[in-house]
Structure formats: structure tokens, C-alpha cells
């Protein structure tokens, strides 16, 4: 389960920064700054959902589960070894879906944030980022394809898809606007 849900987040951090760049690259003459900045933030609100919103659902799910152990077993389970690991259970899922998202889509907007450092990368940043992105979101695939037994190359192309389409319907998008 932590696993899944360090690459769904994953998932959704890489497509989502794909989306942050994408759309303001079509804007034009956006500072790479202002593409730091918003995207900066943009992977800490993911972190910040992501964590929130896993531990609080496993916090309560544990609790539940803690709720019918102690009705079955018609006794007080609460501090104990099971009562723990509930509770460390829902930290580490949250914070293993939260850091997906956060460590992916920063690997997104690394070329970026290479440009505040070095001098002429700029003008490459739009292409680079979301050359990376595609490539992170195909490894994503190919990865979760292996750990699923599924084809693992098949499985990157179709991560690797998704982001092709979000870049395309935003391009769309600045074409009909």
C-alpha cells in the first residue's frame, strides 16, 4: 500500500509540474524565477495534501481497525504494540505519499531551478523540464510495470502518454485562448 501510494503521488507530482511549466511556458517571457517560485509552491501544496490527506484517512482507518480488535478481544488494546504501529503506519504512509509527489515534481522542475545557477540555461529550461518530466513519468511507469509483473515498457509508454496528452491539451488550450 506505502508503496502505491509513493508512485501515485509520484504520478500525480510530475504530471502536475508538467502542467505548472506548461502552462506558464505558453504564456512567454515568464522569469524562470516566477516558474520556481509558483512551481516551489505548487510541489509543496502536493506535499502538504498528500501527507494530510493519507495520514488523516489511515488515522482513521487504524482507529477502526483498533475499535473492532478491542471489541473482539473485549479488551483495552490501546498502548500497545498494535495501537504503535497504527499509529507510525499512518505517519510513514503520509509521509511516503507526500514526499512522491514532492520529489517528482522538483525532479520536473530541476532544469529550472539549474537556471537561477547557471548562466545560459534559461532558454533551454521549458524544453529540458518537460523532456524530464516525460522521462520521469515513463520510468514511473516502467517501474510500477515491474513491480506489478505487467510489461514493464508498455507500462512506461502509458505514464509517459499521459503527460504527452496534458502538454497537448495545453498547447489546445493556448491555441484556442
Do not use: H
Request: glycine share 14%; proline share 1%; net charge neutral.
Amino acid at each position: 500500500m506505502v508503496r502505491r501510494y509513493f508512485f501515485t503521488n509520484g504520478f500525480d507530482g510530475a504530471i502536475s509540474m508538467l502542467g505548472v511549466i506548461m502552462g506558464l511556458g505558453l504564456l512567454g517571457n515568464v522569469e524562470n524565477f516566477i516558474v520556481v517560485t509558483a512551481g516551489l509552491g505548487a510541489a509543496l501544496g502536493m506535499f502538504v495534501s498528500g501527507f494530510m490527506g493519507t495520514y488523516v484517512t489511515e488515522s482513521a482507518e487504524s482507529e477502526k481497525r483498533m475499535r473492532e480488535l478491542r471489541e473482539v478481544l473485549l479488551t483495552d488494546v490501546s498502548n500497545t504494540v498494535f495501537d504503535e504501529a497504527g499509529r507510525i503506519g499512518a505517519l510513514v504512509a503520509g509521509l511516503l505519499q507526500g514526499s512522491g509527489s514532492l520529489v517528482f515534481s522538483v525532479c520536473v522542475l530541476s532544469p529550472y531551478i539549474a537556471s537561477l545557477f547557471v548562466g545560459g540555461l534559461g532558454a533551454y529550461s521549458l524544453p529540458l523540464s518537460v523532456t524530464l518530466g516525460l522521462v520521469v513519468l515513463f520510468l514511473l511507469g516502467m517501474l510500477l510495470g515491474r513491480m506489478t509483473r505487467q510489461r514493464v515498457v508498455l507500462t512506461g509508454i502509458k505514464m509517459a502518454t499521459a503527460g504527452v496528452a496534458t502538454a497537448l491539451i495545453l498547447i489546445l488550450i493556448d491555441w484556442l485562448l
